[in-house]
């Protein structure tokens, strides 16, 4: 009988859909920083998606922050379909995408990612703790490769910051 329902259990958690976490902890620091605190000052940068003309991109597409700053991103989807936004190593965006194609259904449940249904808006908070330039994608399939991409630089902090 247990085994019945061991077996149950997993059969109903391999139904479910799929949850990408690129394998971290939430809260945990990665390579590009780490997830902010919403009750710490942050400056804001409003991100719109949108999809014209065969293209879809990211309004801004690139992004200057410094070492240590807290971002508070306001995304608004303009566009006619969902899209989202997932902040990381292009390395990692490009796996990541890789992994889409083969489920695009793949929800996520992460920090660094949004995704947001036409006309919707949303928030995502990050602290940049590392030097470097980091990716933004929409990794729905086929969107990234139709334009939606851009590019965060995180300079080195200087002065009193």
Request: hydrophobic fraction near 40%; proline fraction near 5%; include cysteine.
């Amino acid at each position: 009988m247990f085994s019945k329902i061991l077996f149950a259990a997993a059969l109903a958690l391999a139904a479910g859909p799929a949850l990408a976490d690129a394998g971290h902890a939430h809260g945990e620091a990665r390579a590009y920083g780490e997830p902010g605190d919403a009750k710490k000052p942050a400056r804001t940068i409003a991100i719109t998606m949108r999809e014209t003309d065969g293209k879809m991109m990211f309004i801004p597409s690139k992004i200057e922050v410094r070492q240590g700053e807290q971002i508070k991103f306001v995304l608004r989807n303009n566009g006619e379909i969902d899209h989202e936004i997932v902040l990381a190593t292009l390395a990692e965006n490009l796996k990541h995408g890789a992994e889409m194609q083969k489920n695009p259904d793949m929800e996520h449940d992460d920090p660094n990612a949004r995704r947001l249904n036409p006309k919707k808006t949303g928030e995502m908070i990050w602290k940049f703790t590392k030097v470097g330039e980091f990716d933004f994608s929409c990794l729905i399939p086929g969107h990234r490769e139709a334009g939606m991409t851009g590019t965060i630089v995180v300079t080195a902090k200087t002065g009193a910051f």
